[in-house]
Every structure is written in C-alpha cells, then in structure tokens.
C-alpha cells in the first residue's frame, strides 16, 4: 500500500487529536493536519527538551531550525518556503515521546527528526513509518536500526555504532591497555556499542575482563564499579548517559578513575558539562579520560555559522548531523518534485552518493534544476547512504580532557562499514 494511502486514513483521527491537544508544546498544533503532496514540506521533531538527554537538545533544534532557514534562504523548497517546525519533547520518556510524536504526526508533518536516543525512537518508530511519514535521526547510533522493518521510511544521518565500536576500541588499545572492562546501558544504544567495542578489542588481541550492563535507572552504581574494579582491568569504558556522572564519582571513590586507570566514554559523555558534574570543585580529576563520539566540531564554516545563528549554544554533539538529515529529506523533495513521502522517500539515498558533489542545498538545488544527479557531501561529511538509509561511513571524533577538565577533539578519522 502506498504511504499517501496510508496517511490518509489517519487524518480524520489526527485531527481530532491536534484539537485535543490544542495548547500544547508546537508551532502548529492548532493547525488542521494537511494532506500530503500539498505543496509545503513540513517538519516535525521529537527531541529531548527535558529529561536526562536535555544537554543534546539545543544543539540538535537550533540546527534544525538552522537548516529550515539556510534552506528558505536558497528560495525553499518546490518554490515554497519550508514552515515553522512542529515541536515535540522527548523528554527520556517513553510514554512522553510517543505522545510526542502522536502529536507531531497529528499536525501532518512530511518528516519527522529525531528522536534523539535510540531507545526512544524505538518507542515510536512504527508509529511514524507506518503512516508514511520519513523519520531521520541525527543521533541514533544502536546497529538495531539497520535491520529494523521501516518501509524504508527510516533513516539516519549518526553512524551505526558498528562503525564507532571499532574506533574506541583502537583508542584503548593505542593506549597500551591489554585488560579491559566495558560497562554498559541496558538499552540498545548501550548494547550495540558494547558488543561492537568488545569485538574490536578481542579481534585486536586484548583481554576483555567484564562485559556487563545495567540498569539506567538505578540510583546507585556501587555494585557494577565493584565488579569492574575486581575484574582488575587496565581500562574501562564507560557506556553511559547522564547516570554515567555516578558512575565516575565511584570509580573515583574505588580507585580507578582517570587518576588511576584508563577511563573511555563514548557519545552520550561527550559534554563540556561532565567534569563540573563529577567534581564541581576539582574538574582536573578526570584529566586523561577519552572517548569517540561521531565528529560534531570538524566543519569550521558550519560551527562559525551555526554558533552566529544561536550564539547560547554550548553544545554541538549531533548538530551537523540533524542539519543533514534535513538537508537530505529537503533535496529529496527537490529530486521528486514532491513534498509527498511517498514520492520522495525513494530519493533520499540516491542523492548521498553516485552523482555530482556538492556541499550546500544552494548548490544541489541547482543541480537538481539542470537534470543532473547529486552526490550531498554532508556538513557531518560524506553521507554515502547505504541501500538501508544509513551512512556507509562516518567521521568518528576522539576526545579527551586535559588537566583543567577541559574538553578537547584530540584527533578525527573516517570509519568505514565492512563490505
């Protein structure tokens, strides 16, 4: 069946939903939901406004925001510009993220960004490709999703973490480290990028000491440290959120902290917040620690222009990948001359790749305008999506902080699937 189909037989039901909703967070929730192919691409989000992912809220809205106007600057799209965005709030919940995304579908949205955890986007993934409506998301990493039954209506602009894995792996190994702890989350994000580094590591020859996960939601991490710290490892990575600040305050405590030992993240304690969280009155104590995350800060010009369009910005983790996704969905659109799903869900990976390069949707646009195909090399860096929307490399930032408890971008280097 095809997705115009399928989304117009939930539109009686949404609008009866957005009239429900009417006052609450999003620009057009008020708005009767319009029907696909209606001339305007119109987004949506579900991203983390609140909840323990807040700190990557920002960066990843202002860079949406920021695609929407680069894009109506360049005369938007199929000669119209693109709307305000439909806001919904993640918020770490998974009832608080599907009612989200309940109401962004509700308001007719063309697209969908986010949601920002892998969890969630699992909580409502079949709620967005099932109505037909592309959903794109700059940060989920779980290798969950490569397999995952969408229609082909998913996709994503963040690497697999099969393609990190291995990066943070070499890191530890490059160290010197030959035993190694790794702690998880017990969520697919924490999962995937667990067996992908324990992989690398043993393929490379060290000795994986302790490959265990936890609960996110305990309010206390004594016992998993103790485990780690009895494994007697040279290192430990540390697969964490929010809770990931418990976490380092005990292998503080038990020693083996940065101080001590090798201590690696990965994306989900890229913050320039952490230190302070950890020890607000000594960030130094985690000088030395490392960790990969997909590059955030690589392209100078989109930073400068970014931070000039939301100066409060603190954060970039996941901004240039979320200012792709919309770039591609809205090139896409150019491609099938169509601002419905249906028609240009079938351009979205044909557009990374195979064509003629270009950086910018002025540019591609323009390429579209003479007949010609395109290759979009992202802001994030070179898309190349694979058959199943995702991209088939990725510029992978290695990280650390130094002895002020600054962070740093030590190093970037391209990680590429296997064949």
């Given at each position: 069946?095809?997705?115009?189909?399928?989304?117009?037989?939930?539109?009686?039901?949404?609008?009866?939903?957005?009239?429900?909703?009417?006052?609450?967070?999003?620009?057009?929730?008020?708005?009767?939901?319009?029907?696909?192919?209606?001339?305007?691409?119109?987004?949506?989000?579900?991203?983390?406004?609140?909840?323990?992912?807040?700190?990557?809220?920002?960066?990843?809205?202002?860079?949406?925001?920021?695609?929407?106007?680069?894009?109506?600057?360049?005369?938007?799209?199929?000669?119209?510009?693109?709307?305000?965005?439909?806001?919904?709030?993640e918020s770490g919940s998974e009832a608080v993220a599907a009612q989200s995304a309940?109401?962004?579908?509700?308001?007719?949205?063309?697209?969908?960004?986010?949601?920002?955890?892998?969890?969630?986007?699992?909580?409502?993934?079949?709620?967005?490709?099932?109505?037909?409506?592309?959903?794109?998301?700059?940060?989920?990493?779980?290798?969950?999703?490569?397999?995952?039954?969408?229609?082909?209506?998913?996709?994503?602009?963040?690497?697999?973490?099969?393609?990190?894995?291995?990066v943070l792996a070499d890191v530890v190994r490059e160290d010197g480290h030959k035993?190694?702890?790794?702690?998880?989350?017990?969520?697919?994000?924490?999962?995937?990028?667990?067996?992908?580094?324990?992989?690398?590591?043993?393929?490379?020859?060290?000795?994986?000491?302790?490959?265990?996960?936890?609960?996110?939601?305990?309010?206390?991490?004594?016992?998993?440290?103790?485990?780690?710290?009895?494994?007697?490892?040279?290192?430990?990575?540390?697969?964490?959120?929010?809770?990931?600040?418990?976490?380092?305050?005990?292998?503080?405590?038990?020693?083996?902290?940065?101080?001590?030992?090798?201590?690696?993240?990965?994306?989900?304690?890229?913050?320039?917040?952490?230190?302070?969280?950890?020890?607000?009155?000594?960030?130094?104590?985690?000088?030395?620690?490392?960790?990969?995350?997909?590059?955030?800060?690589?392209?100078?010009?989109?930073?400068?222009?970014?931070?000039?369009?939301?100066?409060?910005?603190?954060?970039?983790?996941?901004?240039?990948?979320?200012?792709?996704?919309?770039?591609?969905?809205?090139?896409?659109?150019?491609?099938?001359?169509?601002?419905?799903?249906?028609?240009?869900?079938?351009?979205?990976?044909?557009?990374?790749?195979?064509?003629?390069?270009?950086?910018?949707?002025?540019?591609?646009?323009?390429?579209?305008?003479?007949?010609?195909?395109?290759?979009?090399?992202?802001?994030?860096?070179?898309?190349?999506?694979?058959?199943?929307?995702?991209?088939?490399?990725?510029?992978?930032?290695?990280?650390?902080?130094?002895?002020?408890?600054?962070?740093?971008?030590?190093?970037?280097?391209?990680?590429?699937a296997q064949p």
């Amino acid at each position: 069946m095809r997705a115009s189909i399928r989304r117009s037989a939930i539109f009686t039901s949404a609008a009866a939903l957005v009239i429900a909703v009417c006052g609450t967070t999003g620009t057009a929730n008020s708005a009767v939901p319009a029907e696909p192919g209606d001339g305007e691409l119109q987004f949506g989000y579900v991203l983390p406004e609140t909840g323990q992912l807040a700190f990557l809220g920002p960066p990843q809205i202002e860079s949406l925001k920021f695609a929407i106007q680069t894009i109506n600057d360049a005369g938007g799209v199929l000669g119209e510009p693109v709307p305000k965005v439909v806001s919904g709030d993640e918020s770490g919940s998974e009832a608080v993220a599907a009612q989200s995304a309940d109401r962004v579908l509700a308001a007719g949205v063309d697209a969908l960004i986010g949601a920002a955890a892998s969890s969630m986007s699992l909580t409502f993934i079949d709620r967005v490709t099932g109505a037909g409506v592309v959903q794109c998301s700059g940060s989920n990493t779980a290798p969950t999703f490569t397999d995952y039954e969408d229609d082909g209506f998913y996709f994503r602009t963040a690497p697999s973490d099969a393609l990190q894995g291995p990066v943070l792996a070499d890191v530890v190994r490059e160290d010197g480290h030959k035993r190694v702890a790794l702690i998880a989350r017990a969520d697919d994000y924490g999962r995937g990028l667990l067996e992908a580094t324990e992989k690398s590591l043993e393929d490379g020859g060290a000795t994986v000491t302790l490959a265990e996960t936890y609960d996110p939601k305990a309010t206390n991490f004594d016992q998993v440290v103790q485990k780690v710290k009895n494994s007697n490892p040279d290192a430990t990575v540390v697969i964490a959120f929010e809770e990931g600040t418990q976490i380092m305050q005990a292998m503080i405590e038990s020693g083996i902290g940065p101080d001590r030992k090798g201590v690696y993240g990965a994306d989900g304690l890229r913050s320039e917040e952490l230190p302070t969280l950890v020890a607000p009155d000594q960030p130094g104590r985690l000088a030395g620690m490392k960790g990969t995350a997909p590059a955030s800060a690589s392209n100078e010009q989109y930073v400068k222009d970014l931070r000039k369009f939301a100066p409060n910005l603190k954060e970039l983790q996941y901004a240039p990948q979320v200012f792709d996704c919309a770039t591609t969905i809205a090139l896409a659109a150019e491609k099938a001359q169509s601002d419905d799903p249906a028609d240009f869900v079938e351009e979205m990976n044909g557009i990374t790749k195979d064509g003629d390069k270009c950086t910018t949707f002025a540019a591609c646009k323009e390429l579209l305008a003479d007949g010609k195909d395109i290759d979009y090399d992202g802001v994030s860096g070179p898309l190349e999506f694979t058959d199943v929307g995702e991209p088939g490399q990725a510029t992978i930032e290695v990280f650390g902080y130094n002895d002020k408890g600054q962070l740093q971008t030590l190093r970037t280097e391209v990680s590429k699937a296997q064949p």
